[in-house]
């Protein structure tokens, strides 16, 4: 045991004690918060203003008065700002929306929504500099139309064409509702088309039917105004302002610390096993203590590294929960328990990837190892946003007892809002840790045999063969 310690300290300290570890650690969230900093930046610059005239053809007579009465640059300035805050929250939803359905790449469909808040942000404050041109109601659209090719962004031009016929605001009994017709420049913004589509020609259209139906719009449209209330969370410490993120957010914080702490020590100890085979150092390290005891101390030593990891991130998250006034969002069981479960995960891992670097000489001929083991570690990442969405479905309880997928599905159930109850957390971590212990005897024999033996790599029935042997 005692040199087993030995080993485990060394394998720390060599790992731990370095200015790449200390980096790796600080690293990465700075990178993210810079990111996001950089992100807000330059979501805040106006995009340049576009230039142009938007003509009309208001067959029915009534819709066009309307739209130069409200064809004004204050007008324009509020229809465009409101437009670009209810295009920046539309896209925030879409985002957590499709977060907690679990796309087929989740981190490709929150990066394009979040892109379309920064489109949205970018347009905020640029008013495009529009003059509306009523045409005659027997003016020809084919006409028309052809002017809007020639619009350019520095010289302007017609960049929009509204076609109203008179059925459109006077259908005939028992006919079809007609709507208008929008033709727009090619390769115009369609932030630029929108909030007069739907801002300015839509409600004037409405207007026109409503005045004609004998009611007077502006009393409709103050009793359709209704602000929606945002729901505020009642907790112990008091009422707060609610947050749906948090279902999602919190569970999700704990599969990935658990994630990035497994791999992070267990992708080391892969580094460290193939370049000290492969300088012979290996040799001289078994002339002194047994495989089994070179094995198990650099498997722990590593594992300290994914404790200080582990430990560092979420004492962050802790303190971050905490000066936000959402420390009750987390328990200290649920911190015990990702901790459980994390050293379950990282034996796993560290077995596999230290019996694949013993049995080869470089990390070349341990691609072709890595892959089939990768693919079968990765499944839990694809699964985590079912399993966050519906902690109690069947797909979550499948996989909460089925090594090597049972302590990142678990612990992402632990931190939703319907954990399991304690003997069920309990069980899922007896199967891990019995899964976590079988997997480091088998390395061992792994281990024994290929650490010692160069030459052609390994495949994987070779390695079950080996197993079977020692």
Request: net charge positive.
């Amino acid at each position: 045991m005692i040199k087993i310690l030995t080993v485990a300290q060394r394998e720390f300290t060599t790992t731990v004690f370095t200015r790449a570890f200390l980096l790796g650690l600080i690293l990465p969230p700075a990178l993210i918060v810079l990111g996001i900093a950089i992100s807000v930046a330059f979501s805040t610059e106006r995009a340049p203003a576009v230039k142009g005239s938007v003509a009309i053809i208001d067959r029915s007579g009534q819709v066009a008065s309307t739209l130069t009465a409200k064809f004004t640059p204050e007008a324009l300035e509020r229809l465009y700002r409101d437009d670009a805050g209810e295009q920046v929250s539309k896209a925030v939803s879409k985002a957590a929306d499709q977060a907690s359905k679990g796309p087929a790449d989740p981190v490709g469909a929150v990066g394009g929504q979040l892109d379309a808040v920064q489109a949205a942000a970018a347009i905020a404050g640029t008013t495009p500099k529009l003059t509306l041109d009523v045409l005659a109601a027997e003016a020809s659209v084919d006409v028309e139309k052809a002017r809007l090719s020639d619009w350019t962004v520095d010289q302007g031009g017609r960049l929009m064409l509204i076609v109203i016929e008179p059925g459109v605001v006077a259908p005939k009994a028992g006919g079809p509702i007609e709507t208008y017709q929008v033709f727009t420049a090619p390769k115009l913004d369609p932030r630029v088309v929108a909030p007069i589509n739907r801002g300015m020609v839509h409600q004037a259209v409405v207007d026109a039917r409503l005045r004609g139906a004998g009611l007077d719009p502006v009393r409709i449209a103050g009793l359709m105004s209704l602000a929606v209330p945002r729901a505020a969370e009642v907790t112990k410490q008091g009422e707060r302002r609610g947050s749906g993120a948090a279902q999602f957010i919190i569970p999700l914080a704990f599969f990935m610390l658990v994630w990035i702490s497994a791999f992070s020590g267990a992708g080391q100890l892969l580094n460290n096993t193939i370049e000290e085979k492969s300088n012979r150092i290996m040799e001289v390290l078994l002339s002194a203590v047994s495989p089994f005891e070179l094995m198990a101390g650099k498997i722990l030593g590593q594992l300290g590294s994914g404790l200080v990891i582990i430990s560092v991130y979420a004492a962050a998250g802790v303190f971050a929960l905490v000066a936000l006034a959402y420390a009750d969002m987390i328990t200290w069981w649920q911190i015990a328990w990702m901790m459980v479960f994390f050293i379950a995960a990282y034996l796993f891992i560290a077995s596999v990837f230290t019996a694949i670097g013993s049995a080869v000489s470089d990390i070349q001929e341990a691609n072709s190892l890595m892959t089939p083991a990768m693919l079968l570690i990765m499944i839990p990442m694809f699964a985590v946003f079912p399993i966050v969405q519906n902690p109690t479905g069947t797909l979550a309880k499948m996989l909460s007892f089925m090594p090597p997928f049972s302590p990142f599905a678990m612990i992402a159930r632990v931190g939703s809002n319907q954990p399991p109850a304690q003997w069920v957390i309990a069980l899922s971590a007896v199967f891990s840790l019995a899964a976590a212990v079988g997997a480091v005897w088998c390395a061992s024999k792994i281990f024994r045999i290929g650490v010692l033996l160069y030459g052609k790599p390994p495949n994987l029935i070779t390695l079950l063969k080996w197993v079977r042997m020692a």
